[in-house]
């Protein structure tokens, strides 16, 4: 197919009122449809409904004999904690349940270590003259609203096929002020990229002017699959043996597995990491919810437990994405006006249209009853500077909106293009 910039007058002029009458038709329809976040959709929460009768009447000892009713185990319960070791390939001593979101205990790892500087900080980072955070892009919004409101200046790196570009991240922490890195290494938000295990190896190994330097290693995909389970690299140890032990905050959690607002958080690090992180978390609260954690461990089983239900949830999941990757294709493909991720894995498919024309798309969608999450919320400040990136969430909708969203979706990506190439 002809790009849409190499066509001929008459070929642009056919394109162009095609759109625009595809356009009309899909107003009139009066959509109301949603694809702005990556939530599970209701089938998805269903899977865990079992959970609700967990751990059931009389059910309140841990395999150690632990009471879950009452306070302590600041730590979390052994019965999750080895179901996730094994899961992520870590070491138990290195890993800790807490209560159900990860980002939480992102933003009280930041907040503590702006307040009182963390293990390795010669002061509290929010005595720093300058403090500077890599944001990988595009990447997740949340990340980047934190460092945003501690006052960073968030510098972006680009997201290569195997992972971040690693020649950009090596020249940046020669900085003092750097601090720290975001890292989704498994199925990326939004792109799905996974790191590879020499990209891994590498940010374990480099060297930083920072002595405090940390990577916040949100793992939130660990296992969520539209196929093959992928490999979890145990960045952990490769740190250690490079002589960064305290390098890596290791993050995932139940939230995409059972039920999003009422799962279970994990922490994992290096012992004087977990030591610092206790000593603040034991200020904060006497402990986390252990009930909640013996639920997850009985409904879980096992390791193998946990794939197993990540493999129901592919059963939902895979064909929304194939969907949209097939609509995509079917009428963009060939244009030159757009391109996408194709994940294996995740919640979310990148797309990048025409420059400067993500926020007209987003504004089109928006007239036709169909929200799109806006355009530039991959970048910190929500700053896109070429206006090209779109985050697309297909996970809520049932297939059929989906269907009707994205070839929706892709009739304003034309349309877009069309005006921005005609002018």
Known sequence: MTELKDMNQQEFEEIAADARNRYEELVQRDLQLDLTRGKPSAEQLSFADELLALPG???YRTADGVDVRNYGGLNG??????????????????????????LNIAFDIMSWT????????????SQEEKLRWICIVP???????????????????????????????????????????WAVPVFSNPTGVTFSED??????????????????????????VFDEFPENYNVLEMAKKAGHPNRFWYLTSTSKVTFA????????????NLEWYASHAGIRGIGPNKVNQLAHARYFGSAEGVREVMRQHASSLAPKFHSVLEILESRLGGLGIASWTSPKGGYFISLDVVDGTA??????????????????????????PN???????????????????????????????VEKLAN
């Open 57 to 59: 009447k009389g059910e």
């Open 77 to 102: 319960i052994v019965d999750i904690r080895e179901i996730y070791a094994e899961l992520l390939g870590l070491d138990l001593a290195q890993v800790c349940a807490g209560d159900s979101s990860s």
């Open 114 to 125: 702006y307040t009182f500087g963390n293990c390795d900080s010669p002061r509290p980072w």
């Open 139 to 181: 990447g997740y919004d949340r990340h980047f609203s934190i460092t945003e409101h501690f006052g960073f200046e968030m510098v972006t790196v680009p997201m290569l096929d195997n992972g971040p570009d690693m020649d950009a991240i090596r020249e940046l922490v020669k900085d003092p002020s750097v601090k720290g890195l």
């Open 199 to 224: 990209v891994c190896r590498e940010l374990a190994e480099m060297d930083t002017a920072a002595p405090d330097f940390r990577i916040m290693w949100d793992n939130a995909y660990a296992v969520h």
């Open 261 to 272: 607002g009422s799962g279970v958080a994990i922490f994992a690090s290096s012992s004087a």
């Open 359 to 384: 926020s007209r798309v987003v504004e089109l969608a928006k007239e036709a009853g169909i929200k799109l999450t806006a355009a530039g919320s991959t970048f910190p400040l929500k700053q896109d």
């Open 387 to 417: 206006d090209r990136n779109l985050r697309l969430a297909p996970s809520m909708p049932p297939l059929n909106e989906v269907e009707v969203a994205m070839d929706g979706v892709a009739t304003c990506v034309l349309l877009a293009a």
